[in-house]
């Protein structure tokens, strides 16, 4: 079973950066969708940004692109999502996610594999 532990969140001041990061393990088959989803309070969860094990184009909500970028390291089966220009809107829970798939990979509904989530804070 695919398990994710998530790290890398906290307080930052709008303007500035923080990287996420997502340490997995447990995989069975040959190709996941690895995404990043976020809720803040009293807000439905949003899929942020998505990408292949095997590598390929991401996936960018509108509302994180040219801000957020999705990455990763194989050899360390890390994903990454590092954040600039960080504004209050993206405060929330940030929360890795990982489904089989060969499909196109999108920060949608669908994921069953999840982390327990890091705080993000953009406050000043």
């Known amino acids: 079973e695919v398990q994710l532990v998530e790290s890398g969140g906290g307080l930052v001041q709008p303007g500035g950066s923080l990287r996420l990061s997502c340490a997995a393990s447990g995989y069975t088959y040959s190709r996941y969708c690895m995404g990043w989803f976020r809720q803040a309070p009293g807000k439905e969860r949003e899929g942020v940004a998505a990408i292949s094990t095997r590598g390929g184009s991401a996936y960018y909500a509108d509302s994180v692109k040219g801000r957020f970028t999705i990455s990763q390291d194989n050899a360390k089966r890390t994903l990454y999502l590092q954040m600039n220009s960080l504004q209050p809107e993206d405060t929330a829970m940030y929360y890795c996610?990982?489904?089989?798939?060969?499909?196109?990979?999108?920060?949608?509904?669908?994921?069953?594999?999840w982390g327990q989530g890091t705080q993000v804070t953009v406050s000043s």
């Open positions: 996610a990982a489904v089989a798939s060969l499909g196109p990979c999108v920060a949608r509904p669908g994921y069953n594999y």
